[in-house]
C-alpha cells in the first residue's frame, strides 16, 4: 500500500509540473539567481575571515621553515584548556603545551640503523626492546597544529649560529634527539635497499644525510661535547652541569657515591658561564641532581645539608637549595644582556611503578596514560613548582631587560608517557640468557626514538616563531 502511495504521488507530481512547466522555469531560474547572488556574497566575506587555510603564507619564514603534518587528526579543532597555566609561547598563540598524545601512522623520523648518535642506554631497539608501539604517537597540541621540523630549511635559518644544551643526562639525552632530527635521512629507496642489506655498517646511512653533525670535541668522560654542521656552520654542544651552580660530585659512573655532593649556593657553574655569550641559543634545565645527599655552602662556608644523617649540620632540605640556585640563575640570565634566545626546560617526571631504581621499580606499560592517570611524586611536584614560581617572577623582569628568556614546559605531556623509557632495555639483551633475569630498569631517560622527539618539534616552533 506505502508502495503504490509513493508511485501515485510521483507521478501526480510529474503530471503537475508538465502542466505548469512555464511557471516551473521561471522559478527555478529565479532561485539560480539568488543564489549565485548569495554564493558571490559568501564566498568574498569567507575569504576575509576564514581561519582554515590550507596553504602557508608564502611571505611567512615561519611557515616556510615547517613541514605541516596533514594527517586527519590535525584537522579537528579543539579549543584550548581553560584550565592550563597561561601560556608563555606568545599572545594570541595556543599553548603548545597542552594537548593529547594521539595515534600516529607514519614511520620514526629516525631509527637506531640511520642515527649513530643515540647512547647505548636509550638504544631500544638495538638493545632488543621487543614492542615498538610507543614510536607511533605524537603530541598534539590542542587548538593549533605542531609542524615537524625540516631540517634542511632550519639548518638554513641556523646558519653560523651556536647552540647549548645545559644540564644533566636528561639534556644529552635531548641532545641526542635534536642531532638525530637535523641528521633525517633523505629516502632513496635504491639506497635504501642497499643500506639495509648492508645493515651492519652504518656508513652505508650515512651517505644519505641531507647534512650529518660532526663531532669536533669531547671531554675524556663524554659529557662535554660538540658537533658542527659543517655546510652551515651551525655548532651544538652539550655542556655538564646537573646543579648550573659550582659543586664538586663524588661518584662513578655506575652513580655510586662516596660522600655527600658540596654544593656552592652563590656560586654558578663557569662551565657555562664562560660559554654563555657565545650561544645565541641555549636550553637550561635541572632538577633531579638536587634530591641527592649534599652539603651546602654560601660564601665558602658551610650552611646546612640535605639528608647527611652522619653529620652534625642542620638539615636544610633540597627545597631551600633549588630555590636558592634557581634564583640565582634567573637572575644572572635576567641581567646579561644576552641578545639570543634562552630557554628554560622544567624537570621532568619518572615512571617508576612498585619501588624506585634500586628497589625493583619498573616501567612496563606499552601506551600512553590518559591525562589523570599519572600524578607528580612528592619530590617531583616541590621541584616544579620552586622552578615554575621563579620562572615566572624571573620572566617578568627579563622582558624588561630586553632577554628574551622562555619556558619549555615539557612536564605534562612527559608525564603521560610512562611507555616511552628504555626500562630494562638500557641494557643490551636484558633477558637473552635468562627471562627472569632481575635487572635494573631505567624509568627516567627515554628511548631513541621516542616521545622526547616531540620536545624538540616544539622547541623549533618555539624558536622559528619567536
Known amino acids: 500500500m506505502v508502495k503504490k502511495m509513493m508511485v501515485y504521488n510521483w507521478k501526480s507530481w510529474w503530471r503537475c509540473l ?34 582554515f587555510s590550507p596553504l602557508p603564507d608564502s611571505n611567512s619564514l615561519e611557515n616556510s621553515l615547517l613541514i605541516s603534518d596533514t594527517s586527519q587528526e590535525n584537522t579537528i579543532q579543539i579549543p584550548p584548556q581553560e ?110 635497499i642497499v643500506a639495509y642489506a648492508k645493515r651492519n655498517s652504518l656508513n652505508n646511512w650515512n651517505n644519505m644525510h641531507v647534512e650529518k653533525a660532526i663531532e669536533v670535541y669531547h671531554d675524556e668522560s663524554y659529557k662535554f661535547r660538540r658537533w658542527v654542521f659543517p655546510k652551515h656552520n651551525f655548532t651544538v654542544s652539550v655542556i655538564w652541569s646537573p646543579f648550573l651552580a659550582e659543586a664538586v660530585i663524588f661518584e662513578d659512573i655506575n652513580g655510586v657515591s662516596t660522600s655527600e655532593i658540596e654544593l656552592q649556593l652563590d656560586i654558578l657553574d663557569k662551565n657555562w658561564t664562560d660559554p654563555y655569550k657565545s650561544l645565541d641559543y641555549m636550553i637550561f634545565s635541572a632538577g633531579k641532581w638536587f634530591i641527592k645527599s649534599a652539603i651546602y655552602y654560601e660564601n665558602n662556608t658551610i650552611l646546612g645539608c ?5 653529620r652534625n649540620f642542620t638539615e636544610l632540605g633540597f627545597n631551600f637549595a633549588y630555590r636558592k640556585v634557581t634564583r640565582n640563575f634567573f637572575n644572572y640570565i635576567i641581567d646579561s644582556n644576552h641578545k639570543g634566545m634562552i630557554f628554560y626546560r622544567t624537570s621532568t617526571p619518572d615512571h617508576f ?3 624506585e631504581w634500586f628497589s625493583g621499580g619498573t616501567c612496563k606499560r606499552k601506551v600512553p596514560a590518559k591525562e589523570g592517570e599519572f600524578e607528580l611524586n612528592q619530590l617531583d611536584n616541590i621541584l616544579r613548582e620552586i622552578e615554575l614560581e621563579e620562572f615566572e617572577k624571573a620572566s617578568a623582569k627579563a622582558y624588561e631587560n630586553g632577554v628574551n628568556l622562555k619556558l619549555l614546559d615539557v612536564n605534562p605531556l612527559s608525564l603521560m608517557r610512562p611507555d616511552g623509557h628504555p626500562g630494562p632495555y638500557r641494557f643490551f639483551q636484558p633477558f637473552g640468557k635468562d627471562k627472569n633475569a632481575s635487572v635494573i630498569s631505567d624509568c627516567l ?18 624558536v622559528v616563531n619567536g
Open 18 to 51: 508538465h502542466k505548469n512547466n512555464h511557471f516551473v522555469i521561471k522559478f527555478g531560474i529565479s532561485l539560480l539567481l539568488v543564489a549565485l547572488a548569495f554564493r558571490l556574497l559568501y564566498s568574498s566575506s569567507s575569504s576575509r575571515s576564514s581561519h
Open 83 to 192: 584550565n592550563g597555566r597561561e601560556s608563555t609561547y606568545g599572545e594570541g598563540k595556543c599553548n603548545l603545551f597542552i594537548g593529547d598524545w594521539v595515534p600516529n601512522q607514519d614511520e620514526p623520523l629516525y631509527t637506531n640503523w640511520t642515527c649513530n648518535f643515540i647512547e647505548d642506554h636509550q638504544n631500544c631497539m638495538m638493545n632488543g626492546r621487543p614492542d615498538d608501539g610507543y614510536l607511533y604517537w605524537r603530541w598534539n597540541p590542542r587548538g593549533c597544529e605542531l609542524p615537524r621540523l625540516d631540517p634542511e630549511r632550519f639548518l638554513d635559518l641556523m646558519r653560523n649560529k651556536t647552540w647549548g644544551f645545559i644540564g644533566d643526562s636528561i639534556s644529552r639525552n635531548h641532545v641526542q634527539s635534536f642531532l638525530c632530527l637535523l641528521s633525517k635521512v633523505k629516502f632513496d629507496k635504491a639506497a635504501v
Open 306 to 310: 640535605h639528608y647527611c644523617p652522619k
Open 353 to 355: 611503578e612498585g619501588g
Open 445 to 462: 631517560h627515554w628511548c631513541l626514538p621516542g616521545p622526547i622527539d616531540s620536545w624538540n618539534d616544539i622547541l623549533v616552533e618555539m
